[in-house]
Every structure is written in C-alpha cells, then in structure tokens.
C-alpha cells in the first residue's frame, strides 16, 4: 500500500514539474491570452536560430511585452555580443527597455552608440527621437548635438526629431527645428507639407 501511494506522489509530482510542451499556432493560440501569444512566437523565432542580430533584439522586446524580464536580458546579450557595435540593433534594444518603463537600461543602451557606432547618423537620430517621444527632451537634444556635429545640413532630420518633440508637447522647442530645417531648403515644398501635415496629426489649430 506504502509503495503504491509513493509511486502516485512521485507521477504527482513529476506532472505538476513537467514543461508545457511546445505551442499550436491555431487559430485557438492566436485568439488567446496575449502574454501567450508574445512570448511562443518569440520561443519560436528563436528556436529557429536567427542570424540577423536585428531579429534577436526584436525577441528580447516581446518577452519585455510579456513581462519575461529575464528572457528579454538573454536575448539581448545574445544580440548584442553578434553585433556589438552595430547601432541600430543598439538602438532597437534600448527602444525595447524604453517602451516597456525602464528608463535606466534604455539610457545606458542608447549611450552604447554613442561609443560603439559615433557616425551612425540613422541610429543616433532615431534616439534622439525616442527620448522625445516620451518626454526626456534633455537626453533627446544631447544626441541631436551629437548628429550636428555629423551633419549639419539634413533638414529631413531636423523636421523628424521637431515632429517627436511637437508630439511630446514640447511646442516652442519643436519651432527650433522647423525653422532650422526651413534655413535650409526655404523653397522645400515637401518640408512645408511635412510640417502643416505634424501641426494636423498631433493637435488642433485652437
């Protein structure tokens, strides 16, 4: 009786330790919970051993979605240690600690490129533009003085990052930039239609 009641214990305990197998991408999985949902396609993705860093660093921000903490620092690591010095798989990462509320990763991730990619003007743009978005218009014009000393005449940068800060509120700020832009291609019309089109997308004329 004794080992009948220990052999039970033991199928007990070894059901309730045994991993979940692996999901069913149904329709079923896709219309489920969606903590689920982010963190089997990015186990999948993995699982199928992407080469391009960008694909890893995209994983690391759907377990963050999913509240995987642990899982999105071992992705990122891995795509960080591919490509070490790429900024913008620097940049998706650090967009990823952004988005998800933490703000001390993400400032240390976008600091990486300014140390490992200086002259990546795409990726050093597009942090200026993500600290805007979110309202830390210190950190986002420190790296816009980053990109003045690239490039001083690329007005289609200026427009973008005084869009984000038009969006973030930050209004007297975001006229700097237009008007830099407008200095120099006073004859754009793209540039005029680009910012008419930001002043209707983000608030009223009143």
Request: aromatic letters at 8%; charged letters at 30%.
């Amino acid at each position: 009786m004794r080992a009948a009641f220990l052999a039970l214990l033991t199928l007990s305990l070894s059901a309730q330790t045994t991993k979940p197998g692996p999901a069913v991408f149904d329709e079923a999985f896709f219309a489920g919970d969606r903590r689920v949902i982010l963190e089997g396609c990015a186990d999948k993705a993995r699982s199928l051993k992407p080469k391009d860093a960008k694909y890893l660093a995209e994983c690391g921000r759907a377990y963050l979605a999913a509240l995987d903490k642990p899982k999105a620092e071992a992705a990122f690591k891995e795509a960080e240690a591919r490509e070490s010095k790429d900024g913008q798989v620097l940049r998706l990462i650090a967009q990823a600690w952004l988005r998800h509320g933490y703000k001390s990763e993400a400032l240390e991730g976008y600091e990486k490129i300014v140390q490992r990619d200086p002259k990546n003007k795409e990726a050093v743009t597009q942090a200026a533009v993500d600290l805007a978005e979110v309202g830390l218009v210190n950190e986002a014009e420190r790296y816009m003085g980053v990109l003045l000393v690239l490039e001083k005449g690329d007005w289609e940068r200026f427009l973008l990052f005084g869009r984000a800060l038009l969006v973030a509120g930050q209004r007297k700020k975001a006229a700097a930039w237009f008007a830099r832009a407008v200095a120099l291609k006073p004859n754009e019309e793209k540039l005029f239609l680009d910012i008419s089109r930001t002043f209707a997308e983000t608030q009223s004329v009143m």
